[in-house]
């Protein structure tokens, strides 16, 4: 089958959703299927997926509003040259600039994967939507459950297929990756490693971590927090913790192009979202065998069982995040268990294949029912 994946997401920005796209487009593209990327020129998301390998087709295109004329009939000459069978999109106005391209050329089907809640009661949404999208796909019964309140999306209509990872390898205890990461970020060699992946933003919730810490650092003071990712929050977070007087405990990587040493070299994942669909980072986190503390929110507790593999708090409460990681980290037996824990239910019920076998036998059966 022919892929195109449609992703309006703005030059600067690459985040758990274009993540998700290159690890689908790379699987699809192995194994023979035909794969676009569409998305706006120069952006970090077609960057990233022109260094894929594979035989992977990049379509840039000029996306302003949400109904130019101009961008859906470039978009719908596109899928009837590339013959294109199932396009993907991501905003709203990805599904209304792909899914009126799409209706006008009459063939290509439209899956709508929300990766957050961006529905909404607005008549554009109500009326639009169900007409212009032949299924939705959503990565957790939490958010099947959000997107559907509205009553324009119905229970047949959406899909819940878990995200997954590659395999990779890790094993636990590896003081070579914690050596060289430690070396990396100028840490001491008995430190204790923190790790927190996500953007900048409000969902992800850093400012309740940065306001945990002094009671986290009070209590193991060679705690360090290591934040892999970027976003318009950097600058306040900066601040705070420079109010805290905790700047010695935080590390900010940025946006890397690949985590395994930092998450190999770390010894907990802390993440404190205040709204969570379902993490990426977190089954990363799993795979490596990390141990986990984080919010009570949206897929999450579908991801990790809380008290086995993860201790799992309410958001925005610093004091309760505070609690669960003093107590992982005074009990390193119990940090040893929710890792292995973590890994063996990632390669249970998250890895890469798994995702990509109900992908590939739900495109298959919309395709049989359009024909």
């Not at 601040?239 to 930092?262: H, K, P, Q, S, W």
């Not at 998250?350 to 739900?362: H, K, N, P, V």
């Amino acid at each position: 089958m022919n892929l195109l994946f449609l992703d309006s997401i703005d030059r600067a920005t690459f985040g758990g959703y274009e993540n998700w796209i290159l690890l689908v487009a790379e699987y699809f593209a192995a194994r023979n299927h035909g794969v676009t990327l569409a998305g706006r020129p120069d952006s970090e998301y077609l960057r990233r997926g022109r260094n894929l390998p594979g035989s992977i087709d990049l379509l840039e295109l000029d996306i302003s509003g949400d109904f130019n004329p101009a961008t859906i009939s470039r978009i719908r000459r596109e899928l009837s040259e590339r013959r294109i069978d199932i396009m993907t999109v991501n905003f709203n106005k990805d599904v209304r600039l792909g899914g009126l391209a799409a209706r006008w050329q009459g063939d290509t089907r439209v899956v709508w994967r929300v990766g957050l809640d961006i529905t909404s009661a607005g008549w554009a949404h109500r009326v639009l939507t169900p007409k212009l999208v032949d299924g939705v796909v959503v990565p957790s019964e939490s958010l099947k459950r959000q997107v559907m309140r509205h009553g324009y999306l119905s229970d047949d209509m959406v899909t819940v297929i878990y995200n997954g990872t590659a395999d990779k390898t890790f094993v636990r205890p590896n003081p070579e990756a914690a050596r060289e990461l430690r070396h990396k970020y100028h840490l001491a060699a008995d430190s204790v490693v923190a790790v927190s992946v996500g953007r900048f933003v409000d969902q992800k919730g850093h400012v309740y971590l940065v306001e945990a810490a002094p009671e986290i650092v009070r209590s193991h003071p060679e705690i360090r927090f290591l934040w892999l990712g970027d976003g318009p929050h950097e600058t306040m977070l900066r601040e705070r913790i420079a109010e805290l007087g905790l700047g010695d405990y935080f590390v900010f990587a940025g946006m890397l192009d690949t985590i395994d040493l930092e998450l190999a070299g770390a010894d907990l994942m802390i993440h404190p979202a205040v709204e969570e669909p379902f993490s990426h980072a977190i089954l990363e986190c799993m795979r490596a065998g990390l141990p986990i503390a984080a919010s009570r929110v949206g897929g999450i507790p579908e991801a990790v069982v809380d008290n086995e593999s993860a201790l799992l708090v309410p958001a925005k409460q610093p004091r309760a995040l505070a609690l669960a990681v003093v107590s992982l980290l005074d009990r390193p037996n119990v940090m040893a268990s929710f890792g292995e824990a973590n890994q063996k239910r990632w390669y249970q019920h998250f890895r890469l294949d798994t995702m990509m076998t109900r992908f590939e036998d739900y495109f298959t059966a919309m395709l049989a029912r359009a024909h």
